[in-house]
């Protein structure tokens, strides 16, 4: 329950953030960091202000996971399939959506959920890492696009997850 409650203080601080001035001069930086700061806005104190922001959630998150965990070892903190998931799951949501990193979350645990209970289980990361490549190649901004392409195909209309 507190996981839960840190994902909603996180979707709150990134929905006041994104509809706030901030949110304005990080979409500046993101399109053109030169043209930002020309424009006057101070990119390096925003950065370390979002970064700041950032940290913030993920030790808290870590925090929790420390007490779940109780042992860590060298290959477990630097485990390479680890600390690649959460950008892994982002891409594959889709990047620069609010829901698009939890429905690619949702996805991605569900997948490695059935590929270690399967009969092919010692080929989890090789399948994972194929099927991450064909959604990077195949959906370049994720399911929440697809979603979205399917939902005015069928309804017509505004988007439906963002």
């Known amino acids: 329950y507190v996981m839960l409650g840190i994902l909603v203080l996180l979707l709150i601080t990134t929905l006041i953030l994104r509809r706030s001035r901030w949110g304005l001069a990080l979409q500046s ?28 959630f993920m030790g808290a998150v870590g925090a929790i996971m420390a007490t779940r965990v109780t042992y860590i070892d060298p290959y477990s903190a630097f485990d390479t399939i680890l600390n690649f998931l ?20 949702f996805v991605f645990a569900a997948i490695e959920e ?17 099927a991450l490549l064909a ?6 901004k994720g399911i929440v696009d697809v979603i979205e392409k399917a939902w005015r195909r069928f309804f017509g209309g505004k988007h439906a997850l963002t």
Request: aromatic share 12%.
């Open 29 to 56: 930086i993101g399109d053109n960091e030169e043209a930002a700061y020309h424009m006057g806005v101070n990119v390096t104190a925003l950065k370390v202000s979002i970064f700041s922001i950032s940290a913030f």
């Open 135 to 140: 959604a990077i190649l195949y959906m370049p």
């Open 114 to 130: 059935w590929l270690i209970t399967s009969s092919i289980a010692d080929y989890y990361r090789l399948i994972i890492g194929l």
């Open 86 to 105: 959460p950008p892994l799951m982002a891409i594959l949501g889709g990047i620069g959506t609010y829901y698009g990193p939890i429905l690619g979350a």
